[in-house]
């Protein structure tokens, strides 16, 4: 005996769950497409403020660039963040120690060491001059007059920023 059985007899379970197998597609499709919408959204945002970063960066290597005087900032911790040309040039450093992270002990040990401040160039001048430096208030605005092998004068001005 053979058994027929009709189509939507066959089909039926599957053409009921259908629509609401439907509906979930709508309602992941509806969903991708804001994830997909706020990724583009935050991808666009990145790339607006990364430009402003960039021009404000390239304006801040200008100003410093065009500075008469010498600028080097330390952060907390006494690395260099940045240092102008013009500082450089003034105490004759190669671009190794302008480079940012390098140690404030590192650039004062070179300008002793290699003869650009006036008097001794040992370790123990060395430790003098940090020992003299430490010495000056902390946090607080100074100026001093620093003298050059070479008979320069120069006028170091210190003016902390808070959080160092």
């Known amino acids: 005996m053979l058994f027929r059985s009709s189509t939507d007899q066959i089909f039926g379970p599957v053409k009921n769950?259908?629509?609401s197998y439907q509906l979930v597609a709508t309602i992941l499709t509806f969903l991708i497409s804001i994830i997909i919408g706020f990724?583009?959204?935050?991808?666009?945002?990145?790339?607006?403020?990364?430009?402003?970063?960039?021009?404000?960066?390239?304006?801040?290597?200008?100003?410093?660039r065009s500075m008469s005087q010498g600028l080097c900032m330390?952060?907390?911790?006494?690395?260099?963040?940045?240092?102008?040309?013009?500082f450089a040039d003034?105490?004759?450093?190669?671009?190794?120690?302008?480079e940012a992270g390098t140690p404030y002990e590192a650039i004062v040990r070179r300008r002793v060491t290699q003869g650009v401040l006036?008097?001794?160039n040992d370790e123990n001048a060395v430790r003098q001059k940090l020992a003299e430096l430490a010495k000056?208030?902390?946090?607080?605005?100074?100026?001093?007059?620093?003298?050059?092998?070479?008979?320069?004068?120069?006028n170091v001005a210190r003016d902390p920023m808070e959080g160092g």
């Open 17 to 19: 769950k259908r629509s």
């Open 136 to 154: 000056l208030p902390r946090g607080e605005k100074v100026s001093r007059i620093e003298t050059l092998a070479d008979g320069r004068l120069i």
């Open 39 to 64: 990724s583009i959204h935050e991808r666009e945002t990145l790339l607006r403020t990364s430009d402003g970063a960039q021009r404000q960066n390239q304006q801040f290597d200008m100003a410093l």
């Open 118 to 120: 006036k008097g001794d």
């Open 74 to 86: 330390f952060d907390a911790k006494k690395r260099l963040v940045v240092c102008n040309n013009r």
């Open 90 to 98: 003034m105490y004759r450093l190669p671009p190794e120690p302008r």
